[in-house]
């Protein structure tokens, strides 16, 4: 637990970003250092650029996936590279296909991620090539190489992946579990005398959103390879078993969700509540050990300090109740205690089973999971031309983003023009790699870019001036190659820092390398960052507040589909599990949205951010609701428990749904008249001895409603 920082830096050696900086970084240095040796390196350097090409959209996902995107990919930029090289002479003609361009492939954002990756590696090779005026014969040429060494990455990409084909599932599996043991840390902090409530849960909600982009992933790579969703292998069953049972952890730790301030005011001289940290923290260190394990093919440890924490904060607690003699503890802190130590002793007996999947010989006698319809989890883009008609409109953000960035491309390539600068197509570069559909994002990138190429370009003045030895400027080269591409996915202003000494270096070894190359690109970065920035705050902005409305809209109907579908554990004989699981995923997927667009709403102009409070207030009774639900829901899973009389619980079920469905109907539209909807108390027959369970449930049913009631006050006041 104290050796963090090596694990860290081990643990991301043997994630998919070092993977991916490896790979790329072979295949796009290859072919240059071949050719080199025969003194072809201007040919080299050709293929190098159709591999960067390809290298763009081969991001973690399916293969089947992956290897469409690099096929559409290397017919795209071959055809672009002979169109801008054969019309390249004529500026107006030049511009013309720029802007239809950039308009077209930043449409792409409507078919998913991968399929706006496509449209930058296209405009990519436009932009590249677009200075590069040739005779017609050595545009064929160039145009060949470029396919050539795009088809020669897309090759060398499947090639690895069918080495190791379930490498890329244990990695992001590995990283779902990392982020809901980080998720479980911020939990902790909670327990900690004198914390910052509004920090940690502004904290929660951030990895909350992580948690689900994580699981998001795992989800694309593992639903949709053939031979995990068969489970015809030991190694299938044994990932689809670990990442069920990971999505049911989750559950448990969102069910925990408590009046932490009067937990504190009762029990901080008692001291109980650091040992509620300590063994929270415990298990996301368990977590952070199985999720090493799936990187490194080991075994973890048995949780065996976990299993005799859980066991001594039992017996402090029944210690605690017994010297209550005098009734210094409010009877419901000491019933919180124990319900939060029940959740942490089944969280642990999780962690445990997951734990004993790594048994090499166990491995090979794991059941079946069941029945799961992996289909209905996973999300599937249809490519048709009928979507991309109906988005032409300036109701669609994805058409103002494409308006946006071919006005902005056209600017840039006017002011390039303008200067006359021998590098001018880094101003294009700048403006393409910055320029994102949203404001929020647009201005981090924006910051990261002008942070990482000063620095980086500081860093590559000084190797250039101190450095001449040509071996240890290629270490050099190779090594800010690798940091380059390792990082552009998980820390871009990290991954710009190694880019600008990588093409420095670079350039020196073509024989250009001069400090009036750094200057120049700092130049032409602060140019394109600053049409960039000043286009998505000027053309066709893109603010969240226009999409707060759907947002809140959506988790308020996820909400209410999960507590039926919890409601229908209670009620009905049979179950249907993955519409349950569905309606769970569903309220993950809402929740983290609504955080999302709540946080970049912190990055816009203070005139755009609207609401706030209340978004703040909406936000935190969604997450509470959801909690409470889950709760629910694991009581009854634990316990196999049912009502005695299901039809008590319908008044109270009927009025939930109907303030939550009043509540959405308030955000459509918000006429000001207040409503008086009243809250419905359980029937309960004082002649009836009711179980202490059935009497759990029926409280866990009435602060459900109440939750249900603060959001329908909260909706009355808002008005979008």
């Known amino acids: 637990m104290f050796n963090r920082p090596i694990r860290n830096i081990h643990d991301f050696l043997l994630s998919t970003y070092f993977a991916d900086g490896l790979r790329i970084t072979f295949g796009v240095l290859l072919p240059s250092l071949i050719l080199a040796q025969f003194g072809m390196l201007k040919y080299g350097m050709t293929l190098s650029l159709g591999a960067l090409c390809a290298s763009v959209v081969d991001t973690p996902g399916p293969i089947v996936h992956r290897r469409n995107a690099m096929l559409v990919t290397t017919i795209l930029i071959t055809l672009l590279s002979v169109i801008i090289g054969l019309t390249n002479?004529?500026?107006?003609?030049?511009?013309?296909?720029?802007?239809?361009?950039?308009?077209?492939?930043s449409m792409f954002f409507l078919y998913g991620t991968r399929a706006a990756l496509v449209g930058t590696a296209s405009l990519l090779i436009m932009v590249l090539s677009i200075d590069d005026v040739r005779p017609?014969?050595?545009?064929?040429?160039?145009?060949?190489?470029?396919?050539?060494?795009?088809?020669?990455?897309?090759?060398?990409?499947?090639?690895?992946?069918?080495l190791r084909p379930y490498r890329l599932v244990q990695q992001t599996l590995s990283d779902s579990i990392h982020e809901v043991s980080e998720f479980l840390r911020s939990k902790a902090k909670f327990y900690h005398e004198n914390t910052d409530y509004d920090d940690n849960y502004a904290e929660l909600l951030q990895l909350q959103v992580a948690v689900h982009e994580k699981?998001?992933?795992?989800?694309?790579?593992?639903?949709?390879?053939?031979?995990?969703?068969?489970?015809?292998?030991?190694?299938?069953?044994?990932?689809?078993?670990?990442?069920?049972?990971?999505?049911?952890?989750?559950e448990q730790v969102m069910s925990t969700y408590y009046n932490y301030k009067q937990l504190h005011d009762q029990f901080d001289k008692a001291g109980i509540l650091s040992r509620y940290e300590q063994i929270i923290k415990r298990?996301?260190?368990?977590?952070?050990?199985?999720?090493?394990?799936?990187?490194?093919?080991?075994?973890?440890?048995?949780?065996?300090?976990?299993?005799?924490?859980?066991?001594?904060?039992?017996?402090e607690i029944t210690a605690l109740e017994k010297d209550?003699?005098?009734?210094?503890?409010?009877?419901?802190?000491?019933?919180?205690?124990?319900?939060?130590?029940?959740?942490i002793e089944n969280i642990a007996a999780r962690v445990k089973t997951i734990n004993g999947y790594f048994n090499k010989k166990e491995r090979k006698n794991l059941k079946n999971t069941g029945a799961v319809d992996t289909d209905r989890f996973i999300t599937r883009q249809k490519f048709d031309a009928k979507l991309f008609f109906d988005n032409l409109t300036l109701s669609s953000s994805t058409f103002r983003h494409a308006m946006r960035v071919s006005i902005a491309m056209l600017i840039g390539y006017l002011v390039a023009r303008v200067l006359d600068s021998s590098h001018s197509y880094w101003i294009l570069l700048t403006v393409l790699v910055i320029s994102k559909p949203a404001f929020s994002l647009t201005k981090q990138r924006n910051y990261e870019r002008l942070i990482g190429t000063v620095v980086g370009a500081l860093i590559g003045m000084g190797i250039l001036v101190y450095i001449h030895d040509k071996h240890t400027l290629f270490f050099i080269l190779l090594f800010c190659m690798i940091g380059t591409y390792s990082f552009q996915r998980k820390n871009y202003i990290v991954s710009v820092l190694f880019m600008t000494p990588y093409i420095l270096v670079l350039f020196d070894f073509l024989g250009m390398g001069s400090l009036s190359i750094a200057r120049e690109?700092?130049?032409?970065?602060?140019?394109?960052?600053?049409?960039?920035?000043?286009?998505?705050?000027?053309?066709?902005?893109?603010?969240?507040?226009?999409?707060?409305?759907?947002?809140?809209?959506?988790?308020?109907?996820?909400?209410?589909?999960?507590?039926?579908?919890?409601?229908?554990l209670y009620t009905t004989t049979e179950h249907n599990l993955t519409n349950y699981r569905l309606a769970r995923k569903e309220i993950y997927v809402t929740s983290a949205n609504l955080s999302s667009i709540f946080q970049k709403m912190f990055s816009e102009p203070k005139s755009k951010q609207r609401l706030m409070t209340e978004m703040h207030q909406f936000t935190a009774l969604n997450h509470l609701l959801s909690s409470y639900t889950a709760t629910l829901s694991l009581y009854f899973k634990e316990h196999s428990f049912s009502l005695s009389n299901p039809d008590e619980l319908k008044p109270i079920v009927n009025n939930t749904l109907y303030l939550l469905n009043l509540s959405?109907?308030?955000?459509?539209?918000?006429?000001?008249?207040?409503?008086n909807v009243p809250l419905i108390k359980s029937i309960q027959d004082d002649s009836k001895i009711i179980n202490p369970d059935e009497m759990m449930i029926i409280e866990q049913y009435d602060m459900i409603q109440k939750v249900a009631y603060d959001i329908f006050k909260l909706s009355e006041r808002i008005k979008i």
């Open 89 to 105: 002479k004529n500026q107006y003609f030049i511009a013309f296909l720029l802007v239809i361009c950039s308009f077209l492939f």
């Open 521 to 568: 690109r700092i130049f032409d970065t602060l140019i394109g960052s600053a049409i960039a920035l000043l286009g998505s705050y000027t053309l066709f902005p893109n603010w969240e507040n226009k999409n707060l409305k759907e947002a809140m809209i959506s988790t308020l109907k996820a909400n209410m589909a999960y507590f039926d579908q919890v409601t229908l």
């Open 283 to 315: 298990i996301a260190w368990e977590l952070d050990e199985i999720a090493f394990a799936l990187k490194t093919g080991g075994t973890p440890r048995p949780p065996a300090v976990l299993t005799d924490d859980v066991k001594r904060l039992k017996e």
């Open 136 to 162: 017609w014969k050595d545009v064929l040429i160039y145009s060949a190489l470029v396919f050539s060494g795009s088809l020669w990455y897309a090759v060398l990409s499947y090639f690895f992946y069918r």
């Open 324 to 343: 209550n003699n005098d009734g210094k503890y409010n009877t419901l802190g000491l019933i919180a205690l124990k319900n939060i130590e029940v959740n």
């Open 215 to 250: 699981q998001d992933a795992v989800r694309e790579v593992l639903f949709k390879t053939r031979e995990i969703v068969r489970e015809s292998t030991p190694e299938g069953r044994f990932l689809l078993l670990v990442f069920v049972d990971m999505v049911d952890l989750y």
């Open 664 to 675: 959405a109907e308030y955000l459509v539209k918000n006429d000001g008249e207040l409503s």
